[in-house]
Nanobody
Framework: QLQASGGGLVQAGGSLRLSCAAS????????VGWFRQAPGKEREFVAN????????YYSDSVKGRFTISRDNAKNTVYLQMNSLKPEDTAIYYC???????????????WGQGTLVTVSS
């Protein structure tokens, strides 16, 4: 199971760090991705990281502002979000799969989501 946490309300320009903690099994050999879904919109890719942490990918909308990282000893993946904008407001989900995919449907394991609200 994956548990996403760290969401909240923040002003534009602020920062948040999301965590995705795995339990019940080790995800150290899995790639992990972050996705988000704003009201009335499709779920979209945000960032992902290979099992080793050696490869990361970001959507153009967050590149340079967000940083994904992982601590396999803690079975946890992080998403550091800086310079937040109102358009970053969404429910953020973490997901895991053996492949480093950019498409949500390719991920097998999903967390329950954490809400990020950025006020202007």
């Amino acid at each position: 199971q994956l548990q996403a946490s760290g969401g909240g309300l923040v002003q534009a320009g602020g920062s948040l760090r999301l965590s995705c903690a795995a339990s019940g099994r080790s995800f150290s050999s899995y790639a992990v991705g972050w996705f988000r879904q704003a009201p009335g919109k499709e779920r979209e890719f945000v960032a992902n990281i290979a099992w080793s942490g050696g490869s990361t990918y970001y959507s153009d909308s967050v590149k340079g502002r967000f940083t994904i990282s992982r601590d396999n000893a803690k079975n946890t993946v992080y998403l550091q979000m800086n310079s937040l904008k109102p358009e970053d407001t969404a429910i953020y989900y973490c997901a895991a799969d053996q492949s480093l995919a950019l498409i949500a449907r390719e991920y097998v394991y999903w967390g329950q989501g954490t809400l990020v609200t950025v006020s202007s």
